[in-house]
């Protein structure tokens, strides 16, 4: 099952590799605040169009190395 996500560019020094963070809101079950989570993932890259601060869509694929795990589909917004 690919699931999609939406991110933000923050690190592409790397050949095919760019990291993407990805924020989440979620409500605390105890005591209902809302929590902003930031997770970060690395993502293969096949084009070299990307720089830091592109907004990009994201979904799960095959394994690349030992930490990547997901693919750039597309650029959405441009820096």
């Not at 939406?6 to 809302?34: A, M």
């Not at 902003?36 to 720089?51: A, M």
């Amino acid at each position: 099952m690919n699931k999609v996500f939406s991110g933000t560019v923050i690190k592409s020094k790397q050949d095919k590799t760019v990291k993407v963070e990805l924020i989440f809101h979620r409500r605390h079950p105890k005591y209902q605040k809302v929590l902003k989570i930031k997770d970060r993932k690395t993502v293969h890259n096949e084009d070299f169009s990307l720089k830091i601060g592109d907004k990009v869509v994201i979904k799960n694929s095959r394994p690349y190395s030992k930490t990547k795990r997901f693919l750039v589909i597309e650029k959405v917004e441009k820096a």
